[in-house]
């Protein structure tokens, strides 16, 4: 059972309390502007793990921080998806199922900039209907995104494409966590929330399909087909039972890690049964201390995002620990003297923590009670709040190139080649749907858009 570290002090005050993530962000800007991959990531949070040694009072208290972090239950279950995806996907891959759909995709002409467009309204459907973002990305990315490059698409487009769908998904599904949590922690009727949230995320999706339609950058399909390796091979298509396993069992509620185990499971039964794949091409032991096989490549292949997750998570408890939560939501609560102040300050408030944490829901529950009371000072109606939380939290954490919502894109993208790999920072760019959002909150704070209404 989780149990809360004691309070984290550090030399220097609140000044040293930020300095861990002084030393992330200036590691993260690093590696971003090197293009570098996961691990310029894995390194910085590291760092700023180290970091926080220096400036602890008290090295135990600090230690027990980083272990509770490591004991959030969210932790485990990305760890655990993060793995069990990266062997579903490459029981896919290894098939020859994506080239095979791409040579139907490109013979029916459906390439380019229609196929980022078509894999955006794909993942905006599954993502809604199943209410998981990251989910999302183990059941999409291995098939829609190198099916895509195949098709004429470049890579980060259709990385943005997924990502934004995503988004949209989390934003608006009313089983969403971030849904749930931002109308509990304001006492709204969830189905209420869902009918007004439509206000600001519908705008933002039709925003971001006609920019994916008119911007999406091309590469070179022949060139990705010929990396990637292989053949069409119709048989190969039976290996479409893995994502078809994990999308129902997910519709059917069942937990993410018990659908991708399930998916995984058929998939290998069928991939033995149609001769796709035999026993020593999964899983074989040559001698010499080694062993081989796809599955294995699959798991020790996840290394860099296991140890990226495990820094972040860990520095997570860091910061919880210290009091910075409390700080953020404070410091900003001064500013909310009326309506459209009280809205800014909620912005600002959801979108830094969301953006520390990486995790939308965490900063939704953190901040809950705060918001809640502020917003009934200023006359802040709760729909209102709740959607200026969620869909402040699907900005500034999707867009953050440190979260789940790109690190765990890039990583997925960099297992088809190198050719199809795609900079954790480069997606923030191509995430149209989060950044039409931002135009939506702008418009709605200082424009006053949808102030008013329930």
């Known amino acids: 059972m989780e149990q809360k570290a ?14 861990p993530l002084v030393a992330a962000g ?28 220096i400036f602890a009072k008290d090295e135990k208290a600090y230690g027990e921080a980083l ?7 969210m932790f485990g279950v990305i760890v655990m998806a993060v793995i069990l995806a990266a062997v579903s996907g490459k ?3 290894a098939s020859g199922a994506v080239q095979t759909i791409a040579a139907y995709v490109v013979a029916a002409g459906f390439t380019g900039k229609l196929f980022v467009a078509a894999s955006f309204l794909i993942t905006c459907l599954l993502a809604f209907a199943t209410g998981t973002s990251v989910g999302t990305y183990f059941v999409v990315i291995p098939i829609l995104f190198p099916v895509g490059v195949m098709a004429g698409a470049a890579p980060e487009f259709m990385i943005g494409a997924i990502v934004s769908g995503a988004a949209f998904g989390d934003n608006l599904g009313p089983i969403s966590d971030t849904t749930i949590a931002s109308s509990a922690t304001q006492h709204a009727d969830l189905g209420t929330v869902v009918k007004t949230r439509m206000r600001y995320s519908l705008p933002a999706a039709a925003g971001a399909l006609v920019l994916f339609l008119l911007f999406s950058g091309t590469g070179n399909g022949e060139a990705a087909i010929q990396t990637a390796g292989g053949k069409a091979n119709p ?3 039976v290996m479409l039972v893995v994502p078809v396993v994990i999308i129902i069992l997910c519709l059917m509620r069942k937990h993410l890690i018990t659908a991708l185990s399930w998916g995984i499971l058929a998939g290998i039964a069928a991939g033995l049964l149609f ?30 995002t296991v140890a990226m997750l495990i820094a972040v998570f860990a520095l997570l408890g860091v910061v919880e620990c210290s009091g910075l939560f409390e700080d953020v939501g404070v410091f900003l609560s001064r500013f909310a003297k009326n309506q459209p102040s009280t809205e800014a300050a909620i912005v600002l408030s959801a979108g830094i923590l969301s953006m520390v944490t990486g995790v939308i829901s965490v900063a939704i529950v953190a901040l809950g009670d705060l918001i809640n009371e502020l917003g009934e000072k200023a006359g802040v ?3 209102r709040r709740a959607n200026l939380l969620d869909c402040t939290g699907c900005v500034f954490c999707f867009l953050a190139p440190w979260t789940v919502h790109c690190v765990i894109p890039a990583q ?17 760019f191509v995430n149209y749907y989060s950044l039409c959002m931002l135009v939506m909150l702008l418009a709605a704070v200082i424009a006053g858009y949808g102030r008013g209404k329930r």
């Open 6 to 19: 004691k309070r984290v002090e550090f030399r220097f005050g609140k000044a040293g309390k930020l300095m």
């Open 26 to 53: 200036a590691m993260i800007l690093w590696a971003a502007c090197s293009q570098s991959n996961v691990n310029g990531y894995v390194l910085a949070f590291f760092a700023a793990l180290m970091t926080g040694v």
């Open 67 to 73: 272990v509770y972090g490591l004991s959030k239950p």
């Open 91 to 93: 029981l896919i891959s």
């Open 235 to 237: 048989f190969s298509l």
């Open 275 to 304: 001769g796709i794949y035999t026993v020593d091409s999964l899983i074989s032991f040559p001698g010499g201390f080694s062993v081989s096989g796809a599955i294995i490549e699959a798991i020790t292949g996840t290394a860099g």
């Open 381 to 383: 109606n709760r729909y």
């Open 412 to 428: 997925q993208s960099a297992q088809f080649g190198e050719g199809f790999a795609v900079a954790p920072g480069a997606i923030p």
